[in-house]
């Protein structure tokens, strides 16, 4: 049985979570672009991996503008997509009254069939775009890694600390993104509820060429507005807090390859959210095709004589006058939230976290 109520429903399920995604992900890619080059000029025997490190950090520099710039866009266009989809599909029982014959509304049904048709293809145009940087993420970051541990090899540092500390970061950043998820998730799509995407460094490193700051992954988002912000961003300033704390006081590792184990495993994260993306994204695509065949089942129903147009039209109220509405009311907040999206950048001498929660502070007084 078609059931266009489902549909509609599934549409706004997979919008919620990709639209969440792409915010993470912008978040991380706004932290790229603001990490600073590493300096290890003090230890001319260090000039490779200052290189090779250098060259990674333009490499993620040039996804995340990337994604910021083309992928990011598509995903927002999807938003815009699902609402002319449901304008033209709610106007469909409301043009075609009681007694339209079987042709008119398989007319009708059809030129909805289609429009999904060219939804689901451009849904997975994102899900492509996605899956190719994740593809190349990954990649990068597996040799992102090999130089921050021939760097930790050339200074003589212990494999062993090195291994340790990237699985403690890991679970830490593991910690702050399933939290920024949360935030995200239980605030969009809410009226009055205003993204603040926050980056900076965690904490300085004094390496041998100069000071310089952990940026990537020094992220928070929340939203304003909605009740808990302050909350939500003490809570992640005390996640990242601790992050600094196990790089700058727990361990033993040099300063230069503390910084580059940072940079390196907030890269992998990166990576691993771009994958979680992908997974919304083909969730989004999925659920374009779900509708589209179900228009489909309805067409051949009525051509077949199983349904009547009465009783196709009956479903189209129904699903318009329950999900579709609650489905335009979202996607028109969540197109605000996400085209107005504040980005804080921590001042200097500032930590991400006290910056976030500086404005949390602020939007809630």
Not at 14 to 23: D, G, P
Not at 74 to 95: D, E, F, K, R
Not at 158 to 169: I, M, P, Q, Y
């Amino acid at each position: 049985m078609s059931d266009p109520t489902k549909a509609a429903k599934d549409i706004n399920i997979a919008n919620k979570e990709q639209s969440s995604q792409a915010l993470i992900i912008q978040a991380y890619a706004n932290s790229v672009n603001e990490q600073p080059n590493v300096d290890f000029s003090g230890e001319p025997h260090l000039a490779t991996y200052q290189t090779q490190i250098n060259t990674g950090l333009a490499t993620a520099q040039g996804h995340a503008k990337k994604y910021l710039n083309s992928i990011k866009p598509s995903i927002i266009q999807n938003i815009a997509n699902i609402g002319n989809y449901y304008a033209l599909n709610s106007a469909v029982a409301t043009t075609l009254p009681e007694g339209s014959t079987e042709a008119k509304w398989i007319e009708n049904l059809s030129e909805l069939q289609t429009q999904s048709a060219q939804y689901q293809k451009d849904a997975n145009v994102i899900v492509t775009s996605l899956q190719n940087l994740h593809d190349n993420l990954t990649t990068d970051a597996a040799s992102f890694a090999k130089t921050v541990s021939d760097l930790n090899a050339a200074v003589n540092g212990d494999n062993g600390v090195l291994a340790s500390d990237n699985k403690e970061l890991s679970s830490i950043q593991g910690k702050i993104d399933g939290a920024i998820a949360g935030i995200v998730t239980s605030g969009l799509a809410i009226v009055g509820g205003g993204v603040m995407i926050a980056v900076g460094g965690i904490t300085d490193f004094v390496t041998a060429g100069t000071t310089t700051p952990l940026v990537v992954g020094g992220i928070g988002v929340v939203i304003a507005g909605v009740g808990g912000e302050v909350a939500s961003a003490i809570t992640l300033k005390n996640l990242n807090d601790e992050k600094a704390k196990l790089l700058t006081e727990k361990s033993t590792l040099t300063a230069e390859v503390k910084l580059a184990t940072g940079v390196s495993s907030s890269y992998q994260s990166l990576a691993t959210q771009v994958k979680n993306a992908v997974d919304a994204a083909t969730q989004m695509e999925n659920a374009w095709e779900f509708l589209s065949s179900d228009l489909g089942s309805m067409i051949t129903d009525l051509k077949n004589g199983i349904q009547n147009a009465g009783q196709i039209r009956t479903l189209f109220l129904t699903a318009t006058n329950t999900e579709i509405k609650t489905v335009i009311t979202d996607i028109d907040t969540i197109k605000g939230q996400m085209a107005g999206v504040t980005t804080i950048v921590a001042k200097q001498g500032q930590t991400v976290g006290e910056a976030l929660v500086a404005a949390a502070q602020t939007a809630a007084a």
